[in-house]
């Protein structure tokens, strides 16, 4: 037999971290190793098959894939054996060695101490092998990777306990057998009748055969061994559905909702697809991976097929397996079908009658979806032109209505008062801002509800939806304002108009004082409580939008806003009729800055407005 010298190296710090946690803290839902382990071996198995449509000389002349669960009671060992892909010694080190993955801090960040919360993470980082240390004090990986001789095995052995060894090893079987040297404690997974009842409650919709050894000695698979989504709905339990989910998703909960659909036709493909309950740890890192499956056949072809599904939709998990595509597609050929692109404008559309059909029947379930996902289903009105208005009816958003629930365009459509014609919307820094907005004084007044818009990715979304069935989305700080006539309220009496010769001299010269800083000075129908705020034009960016290109460091047309006045506030009356000319500048700077903060902007010169703001208090103290 060849070997080389064994070599005992140190784990990642972030491993190290893992294997503590794993040890010392996850007691609870223990079973899931068993579950990680398995998932572990098909996916092995699935790669397998994939290289050998390009090589079939990997099967090695055994092409009948299989996972053995293996109890060996004098030894007190439990095996995971699998004759899938197996791994080379750098790529044992690399997969088992370090945690490759952006996401590995934020698992440690995610940790809450709450042990059944904690364990459902272990999965979905990424992270399952590392499992085995819940219920063993050694493990030990002997493993070949297919294609490579007989003195390339390897063999991979640690107590968790900052180091591993790693040795070059004579090995005639391909794939991976993972042995589990029990703790004391643990022997109830000695038992047969225990690790069938694990297996068949997670891992029953396995498409390869968990072959076992039944009371006689004999091999006996003890799962289906059949692709659950193959199978009719009928004969499918939810708990199934459920299980399958948790594979897929490396989710320890069930979906919130699933579809599973065969398609006919020009195209025929079957798709069982799920909603998450939460959203995944990277649902926004640029490196995100994923979550359809993509199968010829019931021929696995690869993961996270971004090809299926638009980037909207990357929360969706699931399996879409396609009858006439050809078994050695590659992601290049995925780019430039036809075929993909009608199957993932069929899924697509799936998806979104999945959630419409949520919202209208289980609004509670609806509610939780769009606390997970709802910013990433608005990147749909952007993305997905032919579903605009599918995604539209699926939007909501908070208001001003009293009633503090969210609120569809629908459902505000419906609750228009009198004279009302379009959908109005204010955009905030946050949701406390935004009510707080000096733009809404007049619509409390006349009883018109408001949307709140707060989420960053909003102000491209009203600017690709320009309406809603046939409502006209408009920004309460756009353009000029007249409501008269429209809402409960009463409209303001004894409102100057703007030609008025006293007032329009009196902007005129505001506007002089300021400048550059603003477009124009006009007098307000939005306010009725504050003494000022700022506008943009019809056409012109919104201040909001404007503000955060600015924070990203892009570049902005610089367009200037218009300051509206309130000519019926006390600050603005006095500086109209009392204020001399040599404070006059420092009042018309303090009124803009004023509004600039009431946006929640930052302003240019906050040492200049602290100097102005002191010089006039204490101006108003002498007098």
């Known amino acids: 037999m060849t070997t080389t010298e064994k070599q005992t190296l140190g784990f990642q710090t972030e491993v190290r971290q893992l294997l503590d946690l794993m040890i010392h803290s996850l007691y609870s839902d223990k079973d899931i190793f068993l579950r990680e382990l398995i998932s572990n071996a098909s996916d092995a198995a699935d790669k397998l098959r994939f290289e050998a449509l390009r090589d079939e000389s990997l099967y090695e002349g055994d092409s009948d894939l299989k996972i053995q669960v293996l109890v060996d009671r004098d030894a007190r060992t439990l095996t995971i054996a699998d004759n899938g892909i197996g791994m080379t010694r750098e790529e044992v080190i690399e997969n088992i060695g370090t945690i490759a993955r952006s996401g590995t801090r934020r698992f440690f960040e995610s940790l809450s101490g709450d042990q059944a919360k904690d364990a459902r993470l272990i999965g979905q980082f990424g992270v399952g092998f590392y499992s085995a240390f819940m219920v063993a004090d050694r493990v030990t990986l002997h493993t070949r990777r297919a294609g490579t001789s007989a003195d390339q095995g390897v063999i991979w052995e640690s107590t968790g306990a900052g180091e591993y060894t790693v040795e070059i090893v004579e090995r005639q079987e391909r794939g991976t057998s993972v042995v589990l040297h029990l703790r004391e404690a643990e022997d109830e997974f000695l038992d047969q009748h225990r690790l069938q009842t694990i297996v068949r409650r997670y891992s029953d919709h396995i498409t390869l055969p968990i072959v076992m050894l039944d009371s006689n000695g004999m091999p006996e698979t003890v799962n289906k061994a ?14 199934e559905y459920d299980e399958f989910y948790k594979h897929v998703a490396h989710d320890i909960d069930p979906p919130l909702a699933h579809l599973h659909s065969r398609v006919e036709g020009k195209q025929e493909y079957t798709a069982l697809l799920f909603v998450p309950r939460r959203a995944p740890f990277d649902l926004f890192d640029r490196d995100r991976r994923y979550g359809v499956k993509l199968y010829v056949r019931r021929v696995f072809i690869m993961d996270d097929a971004e090809q299926l599904m638009p980037n909207y939709l990357r929360f969706v998990r699931g399996v879409i397996d396609a009858a006439d595509l050809p078994l050695n597609v590659s992601r290049e050929i995925l780019q430039k079908s036809r075929d993909i692109d009608t199957i993932r ?30 910013v990433v289903l608005k990147e749909g009105i952007v993305e997905d032109t032919t579903n605009r208005d599918r995604v539209a009816k699926l939007l909501r958003f908070q208001s001003t209505s009293e009633s503090g629930d969210m609120v569809s365009l629908a459902d505000y459509i419906g609750r228009m008062v009198e004279g009302q014609d379009n959908i109005y919307y204010v955009t905030g820094e946050s949701l406390a801002a935004a009510r707080r907005s000096p733009h809404l004084e007049i619509f409390r007044r006349k009883g018109i509800e408001v949307l709140l818009l707060t989420d960053r990715i909003d102000e491209w979304l009203v600017s690709h939806l320009a309406e809603f069935e046939g409502k006209a989305l408009r920004s309460v700080a756009k353009g000029d304002l007249d409501l008269k006539g429209v809402g409960n309220g009463e409209d303001p009496i004894d409102a100057p108009k703007a030609e008025d010769a006293e007032w329009k001299a009196f902007t005129d010269r505001m506007a002089r004082v300021l400048g550059e800083r603003v477009k124009e000075v006009r007098l307000s129908h939005r306010l009725t409580e504050s003494p000022a705020c700022l506008v943009a034009g019809e056409h012109d960016l919104g201040i909001h939008l404007e503000r955060l290109l600015k924070a990203a460091g892009q570049k902005t047309p610089g367009s200037q806003p218009v300051l509206e006045i309130n000519a019926g506030h006390p600050l603005v009356t006095r500086l109209r009729a009392e204020v001399a000319d040599d404070r006059f500048a420092d009042w018309a700077f303090l009124l803009l800055d004023q509004a600039v903060l009431a946006e929640g902007g930052a302003l240019e010169d906050g040492a200049g407005f602290v100097q102005r703001l002191n010089g006039l208090l204490l101006g108003l103290q002498g007098g």
């Open 345 to 374: 404008s069929g899924a697509t559309r799936k998806v979104l009658d999945l959630l419409a059909e949520l919202a209208e029947r289980e609004p509670d379930k609806y509610r939780t979806f769009w606390t997970e996902f709802g």
């Open 226 to 239: 059949s692709a659950l989504w193959a199978r009719p709905k009928s004969e499918v339990t939810e708990l």
